[in-house]
């Protein structure tokens, strides 16, 4: 039984219990709308014997749906039975954003996957990434962090890989990520974002990815991806059945942020109307589209332009944009060979 205190959370849950189980941690908070209040952050078990532990995590932030319905389809279609191992699935991790339906929490404006390792805590929203790092990580053997685009972008359906100075972490968060079988494979440098989720982990040597599964409204093939995806990880650390997963390989195309994106920044407040489609191959000049002023009907259209070339990975969902707005993000392609032969330079 693991019995977890902290200023914010508290959790009583047995983790080596075998069958399905569910509990939650509870993240008590105050304010002024309540003297006190219990907001309780779901915890799936789904145990059988011995085998390696996978962590799942969705609702890191709270308006990013994909990974939250892939996760209780998940939860209700495994069966004990058919697991050799453990899963340990938190399909709302940032409880109070997901209630709010927002990417911040609602009580104290923490982005969570800005809040790793929480070293100090000084709000709810650290907390839940201190409560991570303390009970969940030093229990898992690889994990999985599903994103979305939420309610201002879509993503191509991609899994995203962060580099790290561990060789053999990074090597098994690679293979994580290429078992998953996600069209793209995104890999940016973790040391841009030491306050995520990602690099938490694999401080941790825990190996990890996460996903980037469309965003906007629902999109079918986003939750097919993800699914399959993360029954493909199930599969490829050994907890379910290979004869349990669609073996189908698809080709992925390798995108190498480690230095750079391309970004199409909205110079000024208007209407952006877009041109190209997400997935889409651009060279550097191209148009990407037109920016209406918003207010100044007789004023010439700005023409937008790529800055690099690439492929078009994510997509401003709106027409309404403001000054700096990232209407768009392209990534260069890079092969397989690119990221494991040189992981810094
Ligand atoms: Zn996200």
Redesign the pocket.
Known sequence: MTQYRSSFISCDFDFDANGKHYGAAHLDYSNDEGASRVFPIPIVSITNGDGPTVLLTAG??GN?DEGQLILRRLIADISPENVQGRIIALPALNYPAVRANT?TSPLDGGNL?RCFPASTVAGPTDGIARFVVDALLPLADAGVDL????ASAKYVNTTFLCTCEDAAVFRKSFDLAKAFNAPYMYVVDGRGSPTGFDPAAHAAAVPFI?T?LGGGWIDREALEVGYQGVRNVLAHLGIIATSEVRTESGQITYLDARKSEGVVYAPHEGLFESRIDLGEEVEAGQTAGVLYSLDEVDRPPTVLNFPDAGIVCAKHISARVVSGTRTYITVKTATEHAFLTSVDD
């Open positions: 890191n932030h990013e990417r996957n994103h979305a685009g939420g996460s980037e």
